[in-house]
């Protein structure tokens, strides 16, 4: 009993010594959705026209420029300018970029636009000839 005690207590000793002080859980989901934006823009490829949503709340419009090992370059629709956008920095990345607001000058997501299509679809061919009384 003894024996298996001081082999636990080498093991706990050994992981405490492994995790480096100051090193959180948070580090390791920022290092996880990092790699899981690096997953996404090499998927994707370049020349792909995507929408960024970066960690301080602003959004990045444009198309994947070139793809390095900890960032990628972006070549900003909106601006005309090239960024270089760090995997970190990265909140969300979704494909696509849609058509921009006339009044906010923020572009709208593309997925609206195929359930808007669909809505329309469905009213003229569910909807309507319901509504028509039959003679």
């Known amino acids: 009993m003894k024996r298996h005690f001081i082999i636990a207590l080498a093991l706990i000793c050994a992981f405490v010594v492994s995790v480096p002080a100051g090193q959180s859980k948070t580090t390791s989901k920022e290092d996880k959705r990092a790699e899981e ?4 823009i090499r998927s994707l490829g370049i020349a792909s026209r995507v929408t960024v949503k970066l960690n301080n709340g602003n959004e990045r419009y444009g198309s994947i420029e070139r ?7 972006l070549a900003e629709v909106d601006l005309k300018q090239v960024y270089t956008v760090s995997y970190r920095d990265v909140r969300k990345i979704r494909e696509g970029y849609g058509n921009p607001n006339q009044f906010t000058g923020k572009r709208w ?7 808007s299509v669909a809505a329309l679809v469905v009213m003229f061919v569910i909807v309507i000839p319901l509504s028509i009384p039959r003679t």
């Not at 997501?109 to 359930?115: G, Q, V």
């Open 67 to 73: 793809i390095e090992e900890d960032s990628f370059q």
């Open 109 to 115: 997501n593309p997925i609206w636009t195929k359930i």
């Open 37 to 40: 934006v690096k997953r996404k």
